[in-house]
Structures are given as structure tokens and as C-alpha cells.
């Protein structure tokens, strides 16, 4: 249960428990993450951000929840950046970084990077992106937003649809919300359609996902739906994409069909695959969930640093 | 059967002294030569090959390999373990089989092949010996403990 001093690198090292545990912190963390009440609990400690690949939302989210439990951030990826260049391993800058601050956070191009730095450095490292690999981080704070809306995951009618092949995301989730008891249906064009050995996985793990290349079929038995981009860099001939983008959008129009209480859900950025139009309706969770990385990132941060999930157990 | 089978083993000469990997995984052969890694440069004893041998196991066909006046370290024998799980290693001296065992596959293999993943971190000259999970025997599936990918092609990645 505890996780003072963990690292964080796959949704995987987590046990149902474990997901629940973060869940529920991160629901008392949202009133401190708006700013309406204080908590500087780990005063005195100091994050290290290093990004080997620029990313807006995480690095500000992670900054933002640092600041907010009153933990100093130095971002060190300006210096990351340089050694690269120098050609120095990522062990080496590890080694490094661990020294001068409490925990890293670490956004890599590479595989496997997160785990390659949860070895080497004393200090726990959060995985916030490793190259296609995963992001847990996104996964529980996907999972917190449906279960916000929802009250709860178990049984609910999850539609993911978008690039399900290479979007690490929809990997990682996909494989959380299996643990919960969700029901799952991909949509993708079959060039996009999410890799066999994952949806073996999940086979493994008893969910049964149904596939379908139609959005319209399925939409109206929807509780969320999920939308992930579609990269244009994965389209060798760019009328295919513009086809396959087009299929996608999310408009009033379709929304329709759905249900009234149906959320639609987006990692961001969006590139034309949800209308601005949809931003204004009941449906639309996607700057919810943006916000949502906060209190969650704030959970694993006072967990981790400071100790708050230890006593869970005889408090209640 | 008994005749049979003596019959079957004389297809390949016996041996004095040297070594009988025995129970090789069908089309495997050629990928525990690589493994042994002899060319005609670094020995001077036979060596002969079975493939596609007739098995008394339940695989019903089996390759086989015997070396003359070579015994396997350990590292050699761990290789082979991953791509031919039920093999076993005769150590013949003196014409009689004087050590025999199967080899065998840890859950955990480290340092033995490279994982098939290019964007894995093991690949990109980081002080560290690439890992991984034996997920499935049979056949064998190997998990990259970084990048979390199942290796494919063990004998093209063996190091
Ligand atoms: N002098 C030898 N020269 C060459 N090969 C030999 C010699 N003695 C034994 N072998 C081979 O070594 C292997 C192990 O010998 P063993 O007598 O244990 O075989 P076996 O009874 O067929 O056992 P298994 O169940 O492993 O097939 C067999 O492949 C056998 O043919
Ligand atoms: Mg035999
Ligand atoms: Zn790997």
C-alpha cells in the first residue's frame, strides 16, 4: 500500500489497491490543488524535472503540483539537453541530477528509460513518458476523471477510438481499466487498430474488448469516450490521413447519439479530432482532466515524499 | 522400438570424447552452431549435425548436435536454453556418457540477449546488461524488464 520512497515507472508495478489508494488521495488533494486551501507538506524538498523531450502539460502539471504541497522545483532539462550533446549516458545524468534534488521526474525518448533511471538513481523517479513506452502517470489521472464523473469504473462502457496502435496511452489504460472491470471497445481504422499482444493481454486478464472501425455503431451505449490523436506523421500518403482524421471528428452532430451523461475524454493536445463546439456541452471532461493531472500528481508526490499513504491503513 | 532406436543413433558417429547436445528443438540446429560460435578457424575435431532426427519424445522430431574434445561453459549452455529449452548436454568421455543434464531456462535472464526493441534504452550504450522476464516456455517469450516488449526472434538477438 505504501508508497514512501517508490518509483513510479509502470501502471504495471501497481496493485488494484495500490491504484485506489492514489485515487482517493488525489480526491482530497483537489480542494489544495485549486488553491482554496494550503498544505505545504514537504516544505523543504526539491523535484528535479528532466525532460529529454519537450512537453507542456506534464513538466507545468508537475510544477504546479510540486509548488502547491510546497516542494521547490529545479528543472533540469535545459542541462539534459547538453548531455545529449556531450554524448553522456543517461545513467551518468542521473547519477547526477539524484544528487541535488529528492525525487526526479523524468521525460525520455527511449524505452525503458524510467526503469534504466529508477536503478540508478538513490532517490525515487516518476516515469513521466518513455519514448511509445508508458506514462502512468496519464493513466491515473485518465482513471481519476472517469471515476469523478462516474462514482465508479467497475462495468462501465469505455470507447476508445483514435490512433490505438502507436498512442502509449490507450496501452497503459486500457490495461488499468481491465483491472477495474470496465468494458472496452477500440475503435480504430484497421491500419490503427491497438496490437494483438496487447489486446491478448487483456483477453488474459478477462476483458473481451469489441472492435469496430465505426464510431456511429457504438457511440450511443457509450459512458466515456476517450479520444486520442491521430499523428499525421504515421500516414505515408496524407490524403489516408485526412480520410481517416475526417471519420473521427467529434462533433455535436454525432454527440447526439449519445448518452446524456456520456464524457468525452482527450490527453491534449487536440488537433482537429474534437470540435470547439463540443467544448461548451455536458459532455466535454477533456480541460477537466487537464486540471486533474494536479491533484493527482500531487497525490504521488506526497505519497512518495512524504510518507501519506503510510497510515492509511489505521486511520480508518 | 529398441532396435529402432539403435539404429536411428548410429546415424551419427559415436564419439571418444566431447559433447552430445541431444534434444534440440526442431530447426534449431543451425542456431546452436552460432551459438557454439566454431568456424573452421578455432577447431580441430568433428562435429556432426542431426536435423530433423527422429524423436522418442512427445515432439516426434528433434535436431541434434555432437563435438569432439569440447566441454560448454556455463554461459554457452544458458544460451542454449533459450532457444532450445528441453535440451540436454551429454558430456561423453571415454565413449560412455559420463555427465548428462537438461538445460535450464531461469525466470529471469540477464546479459544473454540483446532486446529487439531499437528505441529500448539497452540499446543505446547505457552501462547496463539488457534483462528479462521468461514469460511462456513454450515456446519461448521473453519480456525486455525496460521497455516491457516481448523479444521476438531470440536467435537473431542472442549476444
Ligand atoms: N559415445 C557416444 N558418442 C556419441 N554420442 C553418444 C555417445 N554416448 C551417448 N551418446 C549420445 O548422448 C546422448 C545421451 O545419451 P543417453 O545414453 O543418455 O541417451 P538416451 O538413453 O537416448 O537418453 P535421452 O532420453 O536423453 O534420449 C544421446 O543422444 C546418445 O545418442
Ligand atoms: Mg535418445
Ligand atoms: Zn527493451
Known sequence: MDLYDKDVVSIRDFSKDQIEGILDLSQKMVPYALGDKTRRILDGKILGNLFFEPSTRTKLSFESAAYRLGCDVID???????????GETLADTIKMVDAYCDLIVLRHPYEGAARLAAKFSINPVINAGDGAGSHPTQTLLDLFTMREAKG????????????????????????????????????????LQMPDD?????????????????????????DVLYVTRIQRERFPDPSEYNKVAGTYRIDNAILREAKNDMI??????????????VDGTQHARYF????????????????????????????? | MQTNQTVKEIKLAPIRNGTVIDHIACGQALNVMKILGVSENNIDSCISIGIHVPSTKESKWK???????????????????????????????DYYVAEKYTVHLDDHVSGLARCSNPNCITNKGEPVAPEFTVVSRHPIQLRCCYCDRILTNVSDNLL
Do not use: W
Open chain 1, 198 to 222: 496487447i489486446v491478448s493481454h487483456l483477453e488474459e486478464k478477462g476483458c473481451h474488448p469489441r472492435k469496430t472501425a465505426v464510431l456511429e455503431d457504438v457511440i450511443d451505449q457509450a
Open chain 1, 264 to 277: 468525452v475524454m482527450h490527453p491534449l493536445p487536440r488537433v482537429g479530432e474534437i470540435a470547439p463546439e
Open chain 1, 76 to 86: 533540469v532539462s535545459e542541462m539534459s539537453m547538453t548531455s545529449i550533446s556531450k
Open chain 2, 63 to 93: 535436431d541434434l548436435i555432437k563435438i569432439e574434445d569440447r566441454e560448454l561453459d556455463s554461459a554457452t549452455v544458458d544460451k542454449i536454453a533459450l532457444i532450445a529449452p528441453d535440451a540436454t548436454i551429454s558430456i561423453i568421455r
Open chain 1, 288 to 316: 477537466k482532466q487537464a486540471f486533474n493531472g494536479v491533484p493527482v500528481r500531487m497525490a504521488l508526490l506526497s505519497a512518495i515524499l512524504g510518507g501519506e499513504m503510510r497510515c492509511r491503513r489505521i486511520r480508518q
Open chain 1, 152 to 191: 465508479t469504473l467497475d462495468g462501465l462502457n469505455i470507447v476508445l477510438v483514435g490512433d490505438l496502435k502507436y498512442g502509449r496511452t490507450v496501452h497503459s489504460l486500457a490495461d488499468a481499466l481491465t483491472m477495474f472491470g470496465a468494458k472496452i471497445t477500440l475503435v480504430a481504422p484497421e491500419s
